[in-house]
C-alpha cells in the first residue's frame, strides 16, 4: 500500500482561508439566528468552499457533546438545556439561505430520555413547513441504540438518513469509546428496511489497514447503505488522536472505484471530503438515475 509519511502534509491538503461575499453573508445568517454550524464546531477543511457556495451543515441541540470521541474538535463537556425555539430559528435561517437542500446534524445528548430526537423531528417538520421544495439530510447519532427515538426521527421523514461509522471496528475502543460498530450499522439497517435513502461516513489515515477499510465498505452495503463517502484525518489539536498517514489520490480513486462496483449508489472519495460534501449533488445524482430508469 502506498503511503505519504505523516510528517509531510502533502500538498493536496492545502486549505483555502475562509472568506468572501457568500461566506460572510452566510455566517451574519448563523450568527443573527443564534445558530451553530459542525462545519465551524469540527473545523471542517471544506468551510471556504461550501460556504461560498452558501451551504453548510446546521448543527442542532447546542455545540456542546456529551461523548469524548479522540478524532472530534467538538466541545465536550455537561450540555446546556435544549432550546425549543431552535427548530424554527433554523426553518427561519435555511429559508434566509435559500437552500435546495439542507442537511442538519447534532451534537451527541445521552443525558436526554430521547437523546433529543424530538428536537430533531421538530426541526425537520418546522423546515418542511417553511420550505417544502427543500429536501432535508439528516447525520444523526446513535441515539445509544434506541430504535423509539430513531423511529421519532424517521416519523418526520428526511430525504436522506445519514448515521457515520467514522473508523474501522478495531479502532472503535480508542476513536469511539463510547459507540458501537454494529449498533452504527443497525440504524443504517432500520433506515434502509422502511425505504429510506441512507448514507455513512469514514476517515482514513487513523491507523486502519486497506484491507479493513474495503471490508467495512462491505459491512455499510450489507447493512443497506446507499451513499459512501471516505475522506483523509486531519488531527484537529495536539491533543486529539494523531495522523497516522496521508492516503494517496489513488487510494482514494481505487475506493470510490471499488465501492461504485460493489453497489453504493454514490460514493465520494478524496482528501477532503467530508460526510456533507457535495450533499446537494449526491442528491440531484441519485434523483436522476431513478428517473432515468
Given at each position: 500500500m502506498s503511503t505519504v509519511r505523516s510528517s509531510s502534509k502533502p500538498n493536496w491538503l492545502k486549505i483555502k482561508i475562509p472568506g468572501g461575499k457568500n461566506y460572510r453573508q452566510l455566517k451574519s445568517i448563523v450568527n443573527e439566528y443564534h445558530l451553530h454550524t459542525v462545519c465551524q464546531s469540527a473545523r471542517c477543511p471544506n468551510m471556504e468552499d461550501c460556504w461560498s457556495r452558501q451551504t453548510a451543515t446546521i448543527m442542532i441541540l447546542g455545540d456542546i457533546c456529551t461523548r469524548s470521541c479522540s478524532f472530534c474538535a467538538i466541545k465536550t463537556g455537561r450540555p446546556r438545556p435544549t432550546d425549543k425555539e431552535e427548530p424554527q430559528r433554523v426553518a427561519k435561517a435555511v429559508k434566509l439561505m435559500n437552500l435546495n437542500h439542507v442537511v442538519i446534524t447534532s451534537v451527541d445528548r445521552d443525558e436526554?430520555?430521547?437523546?433529543?430526537?424530538?428536537?430533531?423531528?421538530?426541526?425537520?417538520?418546522?423546515?418542511?413547513?417553511?420550505?417544502?421544495?427543500?429536501?432535508?439530510?439528516?447525520?444523526?447519532?446513535?441515539?445509544?441504540?434506541?430504535?423509539?427515538?430513531l423511529q421519532t426521527v424517521l416519523n418526520a421523514a428526511p430525504d436522506i438518513l445519514a448515521h457515520n461509522l467514522e473508523t474501522i471496528p478495531r479502532l472503535y475502543r480508542q476513536i469511539r469509546p463510547q459507540a458501537d460498530y454494529i449498533q452504527s450499522?443497525?440504524?443504517?439497517?432500520?433506515?434502509?428496511?422502511?425505504?429510506?435513502?441512507?448514507?455513512?461516513?469514514?476517515?482514513?489515515?487513523?491507523?486502519?489497514?486497506?484491507?479493513?477499510?474495503?471490508?467495512?465498505?462491505?459491512?455499510?452495503?450489507?447493512?443497506?447503505?446507499?451513499?459512501?463517502?471516505?475522506?483523509?484525518?486531519?488531527?484537529?489539536?495536539?491533543?486529539?488522536?494523531?495522523?497516522?498517514?496521508?492516503?494517496?489520490?489513488?487510494?482514494?480513486?481505487?475506493?470510490?472505484?471499488?465501492?461504485?462496483?460493489?453497489?453504493?449508489?454514490?460514493?465520494?472519495?478524496?482528501?477532503?471530503?467530508?460526510?456533507?460534501?457535495?450533499?446537494?449533488e449526491q442528491v440531484l445524482s441519485i434523483s436522476s438515475e431513478s428517473a432515468a430508469q
Amino acid at each position: 500500500m502506498s503511503t505519504v509519511r505523516s510528517s509531510s502534509k502533502p500538498n493536496w491538503l492545502k486549505i483555502k482561508i475562509p472568506g468572501g461575499k457568500n461566506y460572510r453573508q452566510l455566517k451574519s445568517i448563523v450568527n443573527e439566528y443564534h445558530l451553530h454550524t459542525v462545519c465551524q464546531s469540527a473545523r471542517c477543511p471544506n468551510m471556504e468552499d461550501c460556504w461560498s457556495r452558501q451551504t453548510a451543515t446546521i448543527m442542532i441541540l447546542g455545540d456542546i457533546c456529551t461523548r469524548s470521541c479522540s478524532f472530534c474538535a467538538i466541545k465536550t463537556g455537561r450540555p446546556r438545556p435544549t432550546d425549543k425555539e431552535e427548530p424554527q430559528r433554523v426553518a427561519k435561517a435555511v429559508k434566509l439561505m435559500n437552500l435546495n437542500h439542507v442537511v442538519i446534524t447534532s451534537v451527541d445528548r445521552d443525558e436526554l430520555t430521547d437523546g433529543g430526537a424530538s428536537i430533531w423531528a421538530d426541526t425537520i417538520n418546522a423546515i418542511r413547513q417553511s420550505i417544502p421544495l427543500c429536501t432535508i439530510e439528516t447525520l444523526i447519532p446513535d441515539f445509544q441504540g434506541s430504535q423509539q427515538a430513531l423511529q421519532t426521527v424517521l416519523n418526520a421523514a428526511p430525504d436522506i438518513l445519514a448515521h457515520n461509522l467514522e473508523t474501522i471496528p478495531r479502532l472503535y475502543r480508542q476513536i469511539r469509546p463510547q459507540a458501537d460498530y454494529i449498533q452504527s450499522l443497525q440504524v443504517l439497517q432500520r433506515a434502509h428496511k422502511q425505504g429510506f435513502r441512507t448514507k455513512t461516513g469514514i476517515m482514513a489515515g487513523l491507523g486502519e489497514t486497506n484491507e479493513e477499510i474495503l471490508q467495512l465498505m462491505d459491512d455499510a452495503l450489507a447493512y443497506g447503505a446507499d451513499i459512501f463517502t471516505i475522506g483523509q484525518y486531519l488531527q484537529p489539536t495536539s491533543t486529539h488522536w494523531p495522523v497516522h498517514r496521508y492516503v494517496t489520490l489513488a487510494e482514494f480513486e481505487n475506493y470510490r472505484a471499488y465501492g461504485l462496483k460493489k453497489g453504493f449508489l454514490t460514493v465520494e472519495s478524496g482528501p477532503l471530503v467530508r460526510s456533507s460534501y457535495h450533499a446537494e449533488e449526491q442528491v440531484l445524482s441519485i434523483s436522476s438515475e431513478s428517473a432515468a430508469q
